[in-house]
């Protein structure tokens, strides 16, 4: 099979990264998950997909829940426990979950597993979101560009 060329491209060549808008308090909590950018090395402009690796008792990201941005999530390999407002489930390869802008259901996926696990996190990019994480007391406002 030939090398791609873009727009096609392999998820596989991009660089991960673990990096976060977080405050300092925040971080080491959520340095357990590794990103792949896939709308941005495509320039995407009204929404976001990344690829993302939960390391075993990694989480996604705080809880927490958007004001303006639908998000959607699949789990590509591996399980992952969603933890919402409504309390705690599984969520093995091939599931799906899905957070409609200003549901007020606080999300996030954590791997409880020993395994890595990986989801496609696919959200929309409306100007200055406001995204509350009710577990640990914090408060972000995406900016014109949706991030």
Not at 30 to 56: A, C, E, M, Y
Not at 73 to 83: A, C, F, T
Not at 95 to 121: E, Q, T, W, Y
Not at 134 to 147: S, T, W
Request: glycine share 8%; aromatic share 8%.
């Amino acid at each position: 099979m030939s090398n791609p060329r873009l727009p096609a491209f392999d998820p596989k060549d991009l660089t991960e990264s673990n990096a976060t808008s977080y405050p300092a308090i925040f971080k080491e909590n959520n340095s357990q998950r590794w990103n792949r950018r896939l709308g941005d090395h495509v320039g995407l402009k009204n929404f976001d997909v990344n690829l993302t690796r939960i390391v075993p008792g990694g989480q996604s990201s705080a809880r927490h829940a958007h004001a303006r941005q639908d998000e959607f999530i699949w789990v590509v390999s591996g399980e992952v426990v969603l933890e919402t407002n409504e309390g705690q489930q599984t969520l093995r390869s091939g599931m799906c979950a899905g957070f409609p802008a200003g549901c007020g259901n606080a999300h996030r996926f954590v791997n409880k597993s020993d395994k890595d696990a990986v989801i496609l996190v696919i959200g929309d990019r409306t100007p200055f979101d406001e995204v509350t994480y009710p577990d640990v007391d914090n408060h972000a406002k995406a900016g014109a560009d949706g991030k």
